[in-house]
């Protein structure tokens, strides 16, 4: 039997320093049912607080900001909820270190529509997908060409032969109905090993599974959700 989606809207904490940029795209949230709005906050300090006290399902995070910057609270922040990053910030190594930190995605403002950002928040609740703008997936891409093999990855990471493809197929952006398709499972039994992945490696965001897989020895912890 299916079941069918939760009609709740996606909880969203938005944070942003410039107020213009917080006020434009709290609009732009809003423009959907899908999506709510339970908080904003213009600093990582305010960020902590408000995630805390409302517990969204995603904060979507700005990186340069006062006071803290968003990467250097997102260890935190993902013991409370899923995070994406949300920025002009398009340096590759910001992008490498907010993955290996926890966040869920890294989305580049003026690279996607709102259709594309409920799709993406969609994915990152329900833990079918990691969100990457450009600049972000190119990064990614570079971590897995200078990968080590993936047999080697398996074995050191004690994944099993199909653990490895899966997590091999997430690492190259495929959401779990893909990875599926390719290698002639059902979704259900693609997110059981990925669950498995994720016990594994002692992680619970695709992101961070993916950045174990492409040699990074110290993503952050998860604490689970």
């Given at each position: ?33 899908e999506l709510a709005v339970v908080g904003e906050a213009g600093n990582g300090a305010e960020a902590l607080e408000s995630t805390r006290e409302l517990r969204p ?169």
């Open positions: 039997m299916h079941l069918l989606p939760d009609p709740s809207p996606i909880r969203i904490l938005v944070v942003d320093d410039n107020i213009i940029v917080r006020a434009g795209l709290i609009s732009l949230l809003e423009a959907t049912d399902d995603v904060v979507l995070l700005d990186v340069r900001m006062p006071i803290l910057d968003g990467v250097s609270v997102l260890d935190e922040l993902t013991h409370f909820a899923k995070v994406v990053m949300l920025t002009h910030t398009e340096d590759p190594e910001v992008v490498h270190t907010s993955l290996r930190r926890g966040a869920a995605g890294y989305l580049v403002h003026g690279h996607f529509t709102l259709p594309e950002l409920t799709r993406a928040l969609q994915e990152v609740v329900t833990g079918s997908g990691s969100p990457l703008s450009a600049v972000a997936a190119s990064a990614v891409l570079d971590s897995v060409r200078s990968a080590p093999a993936p047999a080697d990855s398996r074995e050191e990471l004690g994944l099993s032969q199909r653990e490895a493809e899966v997590l091999a197929a997430a690492a190259r952006g495929l959401t779990n109905d893909e990875i599926a398709t390719e290698l002639f499972l059902s979704e259900k039994t693609v997110k059981n090993h990925i669950n498995r992945i994720f016990r594994k490696l002692h992680v619970s965001t695709r992101a961070a599974a993916i950045a174990r897989w492409n040699g990074h020895e110290n993503p952050a912890a998860d604490a689970g959700y």
